[in-house]
């Protein structure tokens, strides 16, 4: 018997909603000006990631789950460079951007896995 794993318990959503809630730690203590500037953009690429996430797994057709995949890995990296435009002038730490670079790096990993198991998936007939 085949086991439907569910959006809440899907790893690659998990990390990046803990992705999202990372960056919401960081986009709240910002002044109205670095949110204005590039921390509005920082925070919708990381909520992008979760949201394209949970709508291709929300798809039936196999391409139309990678169309949104690849919108999410999209995100990403345009997360990871907010990330880098936010530390290299001065508005995050090093120890933020550290922490913020792993988990991008990681969901980054982790998201090429699950995109690549899905085209298996379609390759195989596998649900």
Do not use: P
Request: aromatic share 14%; charged share 25%.
């Amino acid at each position: 018997m085949e086991r439907y794993i569910t959006l809440e318990n899907l790893e690659v959503y998990i990390l990046a909603c803990e992705l999202s809630g990372s960056g919401w730690e960081v986009y709240k203590n910002f002044d109205w000006r670095t949110k204005k500037v590039g921390g509005d953009q920082f925070i919708t690429s990381l909520d992008s990631v979760g949201a394209n996430i949970a709508e291709g797994y929300g798809r039936f057709h196999y391409l139309d789950k990678i169309k949104f995949y690849y919108n999410a890995r999209g995100s990403l990296l345009e997360a990871l460079h907010w990330t880098e435009r936010l530390h290299v002038r001065g508005l995050i730490g090093e120890e933020v951007f550290i922490s913020l670079r792993k988990k991008i790096e990681n969901l980054h990993v982790k998201l090429n896995l699950f995109i690549k198991s899905t085209y298996e998936a379609k390759n195989h007939k596998i649900s």
